[in-house]
């Protein structure tokens, strides 16, 4: 969606996706926004809740039966299991996809990972549909006059124009770019703390096999499962940085993240993007 400045200020029910690494203070800022105002819609937490939540427990109740003692209980439904996503919370989420290599070690199998990759692919598309009937329920049904949507970081390797097209037609795109400062705080911070994540099937075959060759591994099921994550995460980060930017300049706007950081409320956030559109529109 493109619009002037004035437009934007006039908007009287505000849509809004936010794109960007995590890391970069898109969850920070939807979380400065009145909460009795603006409608939080997390990607990530509706894929875990809707699209991927049946088969996150289908994971957790596998590795459940490998222990005899829970086996038992689940058998005879003495117990039962459920996760418990939340936008602050999506380590459920994070669990399921997983990481590629050793099963000794919580690894997967390639052929196993990239099963999981394809449906985290279709959830989030899923998930990114169901912005605009978000929208319409969330000042409809519950009265938030402004909508916010907190989009997962791998929004732009779905390769779907179609998407992107129903994001742009229903909300206005801001892309928060981030600073080489921080882009190295956040690289950094991966290598402590490796987290799966989604990768585009052709990027992850290139990467995986670069990545074999220079560790002299022959076969993906004796890999370190975090050692893998870790080198390519740097890889993956700087990938994503000029598809963020192609779509912000093709349906959005662009915020520099440190002027993001100095946001404290709504007003704020408000005139930060119409300043944006301001200087970026031609």
Sequence with gaps: MKMSS?????????????????????TTLANK?????????????????????ESILDNIKQQAMEVPFLRDLLLSDSIYICNNVSVDNLAPVSSFLGKIGDSKLGGLSLNEFKRRQALHHQAEIAAMYDVSDFIHKAEDIYGYKHFINDAG????????????????????IVYIKTSDALNETIINRSKTSPKPLYYREPFLDEKLAEFMQEKNYTDTNVIPPDEFVSWVFPKLFKSRLPRYQLIADKYG?????????????DQDFIQLIAQAIAEQTT
């Design 253 to 265: 706007y662009t915020l520099n993240a440190s002027d993001v950081a100095k946001v404290n409320n």
């Design 153 to 172: 970081g791998s929004v732009c390797e779905l390769n779907d124009a179609a998407v992107l097209e129903h994001l742009a037609r229903h909300t206005l």
């Design 33 to 53: 926004l009145p909460k009795e105002k603006w409608f939080h819609y997390s990607g990530d937490y509706r894929i875990g809740t809707k699209y991927l939540g």
């Design 6 to 26: 004035q437009e934007f200020l006039q908007w009287d029910s505000k849509s809004i996706t936010l794109l960007a690494m995590s890391g970069a203070g898109k």
